[in-house]
């Protein structure tokens, strides 16, 4: 498998691995698309621990100059977990996101992941359809994660999903 970083390229989207600099971005859309959310908004230690640390695990989406979603995440051993999927909402419901998730599973083919984990809240029907897309079922129920009473669903996705994933994207000329 070539190791070469993942830069994806749409006739109006650039998604790339992150570089030091995206700190910046990251701060700005944390801002814009997670607002008053204080669950939601990541300190910048661990943004920084993505741009200096994970870079080439983490991949943002630019249209033109302009920042506009991010897919965090980070390995232990082949097993990955994606701590945060986000698009500006004025760019939700279209490419955005699926550009993204398409970085992202690259980065798990190119490096022979086994599995990919993701951590969401019950409600959050637009990240759960994300997930539920990739084939991820529930594997734990998680109470008290972030502050008392908040409750978290881990949901993961197999090789045998990762497989079934690429098969597909690979069909559609999504990853070679
Ligand atoms: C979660 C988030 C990134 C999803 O982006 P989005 O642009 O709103 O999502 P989309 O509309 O493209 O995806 C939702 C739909 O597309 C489908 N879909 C999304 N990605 C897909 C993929 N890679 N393959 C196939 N289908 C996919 C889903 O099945 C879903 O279908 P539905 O219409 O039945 O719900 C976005 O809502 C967001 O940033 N939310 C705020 C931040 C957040 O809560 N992040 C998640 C927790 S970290």
């Given at each position: 498998m070539p190791t070469e970083a993942l830069e994806i390229q749409s006739p109006r989207y650039i998604v790339r691995p992150l570089e030091s600099d995206d700190f910046w971005h990251l701060r700005r859309m944390e801002d814009e698309i997670w607002g008053g959310d204080a669950t939601g908004q990541l300190c910048p230690y661990y943004l920084r621990l993505c741009t200096e640390l994970y870079p080439e695990w983490c991949f943002i989406a630019l249209d033109g100059e302009r920042p506009v979603g991010y897919v965090l995440n980070f390995p232990n051993g082949k097993v990955a977990y994606c701590a945060t999927l986000a698009v500006h909402p004025d760019y939700q419901k279209g490419k955005v996101n699926y550009l993204l998730i398409r970085a992202m599973l690259g980065k798990l083919f190119q490096e022979d992941m086994v599995e990919c984990r993701f951590l969401v809240a019950p409600d959050n029907r637009d990240a759960r359809s994300v997930h539920n897309a990739l084939g991820a079922r529930v594997v734990r129920e998680v109470e008290d994660?972030?502050?008392?009473g908040d409750h978290r669903l881990w949901s993961a996705i197999t090789k045998e999903d990762l497989d079934r994933v690429r098969t597909r994207y690979t069909r559609l000329r999504l990853v070679s």
């Open positions: 994660y972030y502050h008392q």
